[in-house]
């Protein structure tokens, strides 16, 4: 089966990628980041075991577009540290939270220990190389073996953006803002171009793209627009050489249930988000902040073969969906861009690092997927009739 001929069927799901790691993982996987000596070929079969369960986990629920639930990530965009040569850990990592619209607006919330952004911890202090060959053969190898024998619609790896890489690592070596990009792009590229060649499609994570606004207190939208386009023009460089149909784009507001008041509005990104050289967007529309932000996409005609993936189901709320509630927000959807375009997905992954106490326990992740999935069919019936 194809995703072109299974979207003429009926609403196809997926997620954004990242989903719960098991304990034991975490386990090892926190005490590489300590620096503590771990057996690696310990670590190395539990990353394999993970890796198939998370698989066959995501199938036996119903996702269609699965992942390999970046489970040999220590999370989204820090994977990078050990993938990238020409960066160092930063003495003295900064503690704390950064200085933001949101964390401005509500200190009483985020200094009591609520999720925030957190200051960049590695700087880029020599010339940037991929030195992650490796690791990201061992990551295609698991995902591989994890699918032999079974038949999803497709399956996609996340990788950090040029965006998202930009603002895990500080530049201290290019001093140049150009040749900084330009720089990511060549290295990013090996790891976007192998998980294509190796038969999966690539996600580029780039929620920086949605929340560099509330990220910096004196920028306007305008000027947050204007550094989103030249950021867009970073990664399609970075994917040139990709067919757009195996590459998914994904923009969020980050891992926060928090008031977000000063999340960047989608009115302000949709032209910017239809640039980007990819088939397949998502973005956060499951949750009170955003769901009113369908109507945006009244009388916008996607370009022909494109789709999009708005969350149905949301990371930012413990509260598990109803199924009609799922349904609802996907025939919304289907009702201004085409019942064809519409891929159902969550707003965010729900995994964090594996340190962190997850902001969404996992069997609260299963509940909420099983109503994407259930949502998913109840919308099927109402619009492939």
Not at 10 to 31: F, K, N, Q, W, Y
Not at 331 to 348: L, P, R, Y
Request: aromatic share 8%; proline share 5%; with cysteine.
């Amino acid at each position: 089966m194809s995703i072109a001929t299974e979207r003429k069927r009926r609403i196809l799901t997926t997620h954004v990628g990242s989903l719960p790691r098991p304990a034991d993982l975490s386990e090892l996987m926190v005490a590489r980041m300590d620096g503590r000596s771990v057996d690696m070929m310990k670590y190395a079969d539990a990353v394999t075991k993970a890796v198939a369960d998370c698989v066959a986990y995501q199938l036996d629920i119903g996702i269609d577009i699965i992942s390999d639930g970046e489970q040999s990530k220590s999370s989204f965009s820090t994977y990078v540290h050990q993938r990238l040569g020409g960066i160092h850990r930063r003495e003295g990592s900064p503690q704390g939270r950064a200085h933001t619209k949101e964390i401005d607006a509500f200190p009483d919330f985020y200094t009591a220990g609520h999720s925030g952004t957190q200051p960049a911890g590695f700087e880029c202090v020599g010339p940037m190389t991929y030195a992650g060959a490796d690791l990201l053969k061992a990551d295609l190898d698991n995902l591989k073996a994890a699918i032999a024998g079974r038949n999803p619609v497709d399956v996609f790896i996340p990788a950090a953006s040029v965006a998202t890489v930009e603002g895990a690592v500080i530049d201290r070596h290019y001093n140049n803002e150009d040749a900084y990009l330009a720089a990511i792009i060549e290295a990013m590229r090996v790891e976007y171009e192998a998980i294509v060649a190796a038969g999966f499609s690539v996600q580029l994570d780039d929620p920086r793209l949605a929340m560099h606004y509330m990220l910096n207190p004196e920028m306007t939208v305008k000027e947050a627009q204007a550094w989103a386009r030249r950021r867009v023009e970073a990664m399609n460089e970075s994917v040139k050489n990709i067919p757009s149909n195996r590459i998914r784009h994904h923009t969020c507001y980050g891992i926060n249930i928090g008031p977000r008041t000063h999340d960047f509005e989608m009115k302000h990104l949709t032209d910017i988000i239809l640039s980007i050289k990819a088939d397949f967007y998502s973005f956060e529309y499951g949750n009170p902040r955003h769901e009113h932000e369908w109507r945006i996409w009244e009388g916008v005609k996607l370009p022909e073969g494109k789709a999009l993936l708005p969350g149905v189901v949301t990371h930012a709320s413990v509260l598990v969906e109803h199924p009609e509630l799922v349904a609802e927000r996907i025939v919304k959807f289907a009702g201004v861009i085409g019942k064809e375009n519409v891929i159902a997905s969550t707003d965010c992954g729900f995994a964090s690092t594996p340190r962190a106490v997850p902001e969404v326990l996992p069997s609260i992740v299963t509940a909420k997927l099983q109503s994407l999935v259930e949502g998913a069919k109840i919308a099927s019936k109402q619009l492939f009739v």
